[in-house]
């Protein structure tokens, strides 16, 4: 009689080191009948690294097939298999698709287990030496600048540490709007974060802004910008 039942793993994977994972990680990842990614060549360089085997069955998992991929992930919990869910870098379901198929998978009954680990939310907020009592995690702002300033303003009277993804291709505008909206506030914009040409930028908005402009920045950005408190507002 077989007593294998259904499970899904929510695997933490590294942000920019390899080196970044835990041993818990390696050992669920050496053991899993599949693997659901969103790109099999960034989840393969971990695999390689570590010497991981390769599991049963591999699966794209990503935002553009998740309400389809989703439901093939499902029928082979009903399987019974074991089915680790991966995104390119950091936490699934932090500004990754996640959240539908772990819901799912609980509202059905399956063990749903998360192994922790590299995450550029917290990372990004400690290395910008900002409070870290509270904070909020706004993901990606909007891309329009009039819908950017509104997601600012709500924030505007607010005491915690705000912290949002951003590109590079936005970044400038988005520091010149966060200065224009909330004032010229202490804050870090972490770049490549772990990565061998990680790089943190901190100081007051309004010098953020200047010297921001002036570089063509590639690469993951978060930034990390005070509340709402006078001890950190110019």
């Known amino acids: 009689m077989n007593d294998k039942k259904g499970k899904l793993y929510i695997i933490a994977t590294p942000i920019g080191n390899m080196e970044d994972i835990t041993l818990r990680a390696i050992n669920v990842l050496n053991s899993i009948d599949i693997l659901a990614c969103e790109d099999t ?3 393969q360089k971990i695999f390689t690294n ?3 085997a390769k599991p049963e069955r591999i699966l794209l998992y990503h935002e ?3 309400k389809k991929a989703y439901l093939k992930v499902l029928d082979l919990l009903k399987e019974n298999k074991t089915i680790a869910l991966l995104s390119d870098a950091g936490t699934p379901g932090i500004s990754d ?3 539908r198929i772990i819901s799912s998978a609980r509202d059905k009954g399956y063990d749903v287990e ?3 680990g590299p995450n550029a939310v917290i990372t990004a907020l400690i290395s910008s030496g900002l409070p870290c009592s509270s904070f909020t995690f706004k993901g990606f702002a909007p891309k329009k600048k009039g819908q950017r300033k509104k997601f600012l303003e709500i924030e505007k009277e607010l005491p915690h540490t705000l912290i ?3 590109s590079p291709y936005r970044i400038a505008s988005f520091i010149q709007d966060a200065y224009e909206v909330l004032g010229n ?4 914009i972490c770049i490549e974060l772990t990565k061998k040409f990680e790089r943190i930028y901190r100081g007051y908005l309004e010098d953020l802004a200047e010297n921001i402009k002036e570089k063509k920045e590639k690469g ?3 930034v990390v910008i005070s509340g709402y408190n006078k001890k950190f507002i110019k």
């Open 41 to 43: 060549r960034r989840t």
């Open 50 to 52: 570590h010497k991981l």
């Open 64 to 66: 553009y097939n998740e």
């Open 97 to 99: 698709p996640g959240y």
């Open 114 to 116: 998360v192994i922790p």
């Open 164 to 166: 949002v993804f951003e």
């Open 185 to 188: 506030r202490l804050a870090a």
């Open 220 to 222: 993951e950005i978060t």
